[in-house]
Nanobody
């Protein structure tokens, strides 16, 4: 399995933007569909966004449509999550994941350790 390392988390204020990165270690992203999930206070881990392995398909949770964008740079073995118009409810631990079907949240099998995003007013 691929080892995933997230970075880019931090503390921002409401309305600000942040870009998360996830890099593969040990092998390339190329065989995998990729995704971001998050765990917010009081909630289980939830799907945020996913990207097909060829980069020609994306899927987003309703609560991030129009605010978050997932993209990949396969030359750098990195997937990004651009987050804008951040809200208090976006506070949480964000995880990168690799899997076999970007449209099925149950098909993601490799996980990073997460990067913390904190949004304050």
């Amino acid at each position: 399995q691929v080892q995933l390392v997230e970075s880019g988390g931090g503390s921002v204020q409401v309305g600000e933007s942040l870009r998360l990165s996830c890099t593969a270690r040990g092998r390339t992203f190329e065989p995998y569909d990729l995704a971001w999930f998050r765990r917010t206070p009081g909630q289980d881990r939830r799907f945020v966004a996913s990207l097909s392995r060829r980069g020609d398909g994306t899927n987003y949770a309703d609560f991030v449509v129009g605010r978050f964008t997932i993209s990949g740079d396969y030359a750098k073995n990195t997937v990004y999550l651009e987050m804008s118009s951040l809200q208090l409810d976006d506070t949480g631990l964000y995880y990168c994941a690799a899997g076999t079907n970007f449209r099925d949240i149950n098909k993601f099998h490799s996980w990073g350790q997460g990067t913390q995003v904190t949004v304050s007013s």
